[in-house]
């Protein structure tokens, strides 16, 4: 069942109903025993009557008072009974017999009685009770009042049977009509509360519904709206809270694809705006062959523009997607360092800005070498870009002492603030939300943090006390540093230990 | 005529310039908001062509920078930016036209003709002087018939002397209007162009007058 509403009343009504017809046969049954018990004890306690009207006198046995048995056997057509001699001579039997006998079970044992269910002698349902005794002497009351000695001894006179019958017939109305109440009053109370637990489990249930109805709201126009915790119950308050942050999550996730489907489109409109002009104008004027060959060189440039941009997309969406693969190989960190500074070297002259070296001497890693460089030259081309003109770019490498290593590339940034940090590594984000340098479209540092992933490295952007720029990136592995060249590996050259101007 | 082109991106920058340059217009070109924003307040311009994503000083400070200072210049934004919300702040913000990016260059070209066009308060792209028709829409000037064959600069100086018609334009005024802010051009430009288009005017040559000491006009024959 996988409505919670229908199991609820299942379960609920189920339980109910178990426990209401448990409750049921038991009080039907204990009153039926106690009302058997009354019948029984009243059965007994004519039957003892009789036995006490019966006496003995010179072996011979009699019920005496004959005459006031009807008083006692008020309901002749119901009520019977008969004595027995041993030698199973009747001595005495009601008048409601007739000449007929009553139903007795055989020998009992002395004073043990006996009850039993058994046809009355017409036929309708009866309750026996069956009692063997020795009559009484007739003096006996006599003798106690003059205090005479105690007659003989019970076994010499023969023990008598006495049974006494009555009908069960109102007994097993009685108990009918018990059953039959009880049974209509326990469908009654289970239908009542039918009733009952369809509303309660309808009110429980109600915020749940609300719940769903606020959801079925959502669609992703209103994901900045959140869902009330503060009037939702207790039990839903964690289902609540999930949702939220599974809200907030995805608002977040909606926006930054909206940015970014923005931003890359405002990336591509530019350089095809360019490539448009360009050579619509080259087109109007053929015949300008110099203005036409600086256009084709402006036009190759747009496309390679556009091309960095596709391929860095495509590096990131192979990052997001684990296609690449992080191939480990041991290298000096400053050939890394002195490799991906070349690269950057001529955007770094002309604005005579200057590496400084700082790698602790002889450090080797073992990480991917591919992938670190691509790490190195967009740290050291977005700080070339960045940086004043005759600043400098400080790289700093080192084994940590929990065993890895740590490298940072800093440089003055003006005009960052704490503020920009968090954004830094966001897709096409720029402090200068201008295009200006066709170089750089803001997924430099994306790619860094996409490449950091892969390679486990933690990365730490801040500004420093001096008002500096600093990315440091942390290894935590142990294994990927080693204070000596591994053999075979190329000797790591010797740190930057005077200033390169670039 | 005379534009200003504020664009950060280089490569469309010379490019934009150089088309309007060959189109005959005179383009003074602004890599950032701020030397734009100078520009601008320093020169008369017809039109200005504003990119709004500038480094220094986004366009959208330097339309309204403008506007606040009562500078009344024509402007054109040429963005990227194609929401809706942003041509309506952009044209709220003063402008007089929104052009997305990528766009095509004879459209960039007829809508500041059109500005041009609103900013001498004429509608139709065709001016006439006499037997003098200029065609600003296919820009070619016609005298009795005989299509003129003129420089870009000449056609330049016989438009604005056309929308001017009757009016005297000073040196000053025609050379702002034909060179760019920072043209080494020789001073005796303008008078040596005059010649010029009065020699291919041949029997109306008496058409341009000059008023010595204040400038030059097209005659439009209704002069006492």
Known sequence: MRSLRGRLTAWLLGGAGLLLTLGALTLARLTELNLQREFDAALEAQARSLATLTEQEHGRIWLEAADTLPELFANRDREYYQIWLADAHVIARSSSLGNGNLWRQGVAPLDRPRFADHPLPDGRAGRYFELRFVPRYEEDEQDERLGRPAPPPAGAVPPVTLVVARSRENLDHLTESLHLTLAAVSLSLLGGLAVLVRLSVAAGLAPVDRLADRLRGFDAGSLDQRLDAASTPAELAPVVEHLNGLLARLEDSFTRERTFSSNLAHELRTPLAELRTLSEVALRWPEDTAATAEALADIRAAGLQMESIVLNLLDLARCDGGLHAARPQRFAVADAVEDCWQKVEEEAAAKEISLVPEIAPGLAVTTDREKLDRILVNLFANAVAYSP??????????????????????????????????????????????????????????????????????????????GLFEIRLQAPDAAAVSGASPPGAPPPRSPGDSRRSC | ????????????????????????????????????????????????????????????????????????????????????????????????????????????????????????????????????????????????????????????????????????????????????????????????MIYSLRRKLGAGADLIKTRRGQGYLLDRGDDA
């Not at chain 2, 006499?130 to 000037?141: E, I, K, M, N, S």
């Not at chain 2, 005024?173 to 303008?190: K, P």
């Open chain 1, 389 to 466: 003109a005759g600043s400098e770019v400080h790289c700093a490498a080192t084994a940590s002492p929990d065993g890895g290593f740590a490298l940072a590339v800093r440089n003055p940034a003006d005009g960052l603030t704490p503020g920009d940090l968090p954004h830094l590594f966001d897709r096409f984000w720029r402090k200068d939300t201008a295009r200006a340098n066709g170089h750089h479209a803001g997924l430099g540092l994306s790619l860094v943090a996409a490449f950091c992933r892969l390679l486990d490295l933690r990365i730490e952007p801040r500004l420093t006390p001096e």
């Open chain 2, 1 to 192: 005529m005379r534009l200003l082109l504020i664009e950060d991106s280089a490569r469309l920058r010379r490019s934009l310039s150089h088309g309007l340059r060959r189109e005959g217009y005179a383009v003074d070109v602004a890599a950032d908001g701020r030397e734009g924003l100078w520009l601008a307040q320093e020169n008369a311009y017809d039109v200005i062509i504003l990119d709004l994503m500038l480094p220094e000083v986004d366009g959208w400070t330097v339309l309204r920078t403008l506007r606040e200072k009562g500078v009344s210049t024509y402007v054109l934004i040429l963005s990227a930016k194609d929401m809706v919300d942003d041509r309506v702040r952009g044209l709220g913000l003063g402008a007089d036209d929104y052009l997305v990016k990528p766009f095509s260059f004879p459209e960039l070209c007829a809508r500041i003709q059109a500005l041009v066009r609103r900013s001498y308060g004429t509608k139709s792209p065709v001016l006439r002087v006499r037997d003098l028709t200029v065609d600003t829409g296919a820009r070619r000037v016609m005298h009795a018939g005989r299509t003129l064959e003129l420089t870009p600069r000449e056609y330049s100086l016989m438009e604005l002397l056309a929308r001017r018609a009757g009016d005297v334009v000073s040196r000053k005024e025609l050379w702002e209007h034909l060179y760019e802010f920072d043209s080494t051009t020789e001073s005796n430009v303008i008078e040596v």
